[in-house]
Each structure stands twice: as C-alpha cells, then as structure tokens.
C-alpha cells in the first residue's frame, strides 16, 4: 500500500546516530534500578543517570536518545554498536573493563544487604544456608559467591533487581544484596517499615562509569571532557543531591 510504502520510506530517513560525529547518541539502560533509572507510566526513562547523560551530552553540544534495554542485552547492544552508550549505575569492574572502555567515575557505592526487619543478620556470613537474591551478573552476584562460593546453592539471580526484592517480600529469598542507593531507595520508598538494610565490612567501595565500545575513542574522550566540565560547574553536584540529598 502507499501508506505502507511511505511509512517505510520515512523509516529509512531517519538519522543514523550509530556512527561517531553524529550529535544524538543512543543510550541502553536497564531501567528497573531505581532511583538511578526507572521507567515511568508513560514509558519515560527517568532518574539520576538520566540526568547525569543528559547533562553530559549538553555540555558537549551532543543529545541522547534513552531506551531500555535491560541489564545482559545492554552489555550486547553495545558490544554489536547497536547502542552507543550504557549508563546503569554500572560499576567499573576489572573483567568489564577488559571488554568496554569506561568512562571515568561517575558515582561512589557499596554493596548493601536488605533483609526482613525481625531479621537477626548482622553480616554476609549470617546468611550462609539461607537464600540470597541478587540480580545476575551484578556485583552483588559477585560479593555472594565471593564469601559462599561461585556454585552456593542459595545464590538465586534473577534478570532485574525488582524481580529479586519481589521475592523477598514473597519470602521466597531471606535476603537481597544490591547497591546502597537502590536497596536504601526500597526501604524509603517501598516498602515501608517491612524491611531493613545491613552493611557489611567486606564490601569494597564501587565507582560507577558509563561504557562505550572497545575501542571508540572519540566517544569516549567527548563523554569524560562533558563529565569534567558538569563535575567542575557543579552540575553533577546537584543533581546528586536532588536524589541524594547532602
Ligand atoms: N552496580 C552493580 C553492577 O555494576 C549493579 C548495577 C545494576 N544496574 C541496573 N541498572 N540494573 O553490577
């Protein structure tokens, strides 16, 4: 039909931003991590990391166009180029750093326990026998196997973080290890009295950073000069105390 052929002639005229020099550049999340990225009723991708790209993105003259993608097919989609940059409060580990190039640190955190508020935990160790949820190939994953072992039986993972806190309320878990700010954004917001967080002496601090392809430079060094310029102007200040506050 013509209007089909018009609308696949439209299509195709659509900007391509995958390629380096363009200014819209597509960003993956897994936007289930609240309050760093979280999808609103109406499908907005929302939160602090959202506004730290955009942020970023300005400051070089560049914009963002933001899709969830979830936590394993974002690592994908910009391995293939599909996707330009991964912003999703991930932290700059050794073996990512080994398959993406981070941009420098972002934000600091720490893993955090959240259990039911009767719960006698007092550390990681008190949970070995119980069951743990973690959202995979996180490094809450990593903490867990680290102190019971890459096999523990009571490790479950699940594809999102809420997919995990659910099961605790179910009572399906005793206990979810995730980043501070998301489990203490729970507790707050969610679920409200039922549950407390634990923190444990073992846990190493976290730096957040923003990945892009191995080996796209140009990208990377416009991402680093923004993130410079919103450190030094006190943007990115703000915008941590708007989620964060002081
Ligand atoms: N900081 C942790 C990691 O890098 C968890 C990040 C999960 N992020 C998300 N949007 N689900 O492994």
């Not at 020099?21 to 993956?28: C, L, P, Q, R, S």
């Not at 680093?224 to 102007?233: P, Q, T, V």
């Not at 943007?235 to 989620?243: A, F, M, S």
Request: proline share 4%; aromatic share 8%.
């Amino acid at each position: 039909s013509v209007l089909l052929a018009l609308t696949v002639l439209a299509g195709c005229g659509q900007p391509e931003s995958g390629a380096s020099g363009n200014d819209v550049i597509k960003v993956a999340t897994d936007a289930a991590y609240p309050p760093f990225e979280k999808q609103e009723g109406n499908g907005k991708i929302t939160g602090f990391d959202i506004e730290v790209i955009e942020a970023i993105a300005k400051a070089e003259g560049m914009k963002v166009s933001v899709k969830h993608t979830g936590w394993d097919p974002l690592f994908e989609a910009i391995k293939r180029g599909k996707m330009d940059v991964g912003i999703s409060a991930m932290t700059i580990t050794d073996e990512r750093k080994k398959q993406f190039d981070f941009s420098d640190p972002y934000f600091e955190a720490k893993q955090l326990i959240l259990v039911p508020k009767d719960s006698k935990v007092k550390s990681l160790k008190d949970l070995k026998g119980k069951k743990i949820g973690v959202q995979s190939a996180t490094t809450g994953a990593e903490v867990v196997k680290k102190a019971f072992g890459t096999t523990y039986p009571g490790l479950k993972g699940y594809d999102d973080t809420p997919g995990a806190i659910d099961d605790l309320a179910n009572g399906r878990v005793d206990a979810v290890v995730a980043d501070n700010g998301v489990v203490q954004d729970y507790v707050k917001r969610k679920l409200k009295g039922q549950f407390k967080t634990v923190e444990d002496q073992s846990f190493e601090p976290e730096h957040y950073g923003i990945i892009v392809k191995k080996g796209n430079k140009e990208l990377l060094g416009k991402i680093n000069s923004g993130l410079k310029k919103i450190k030094k102007d006190g943007t990115l200040e703000k915008i941590r105390n708007k989620y964060f506050g002081k």
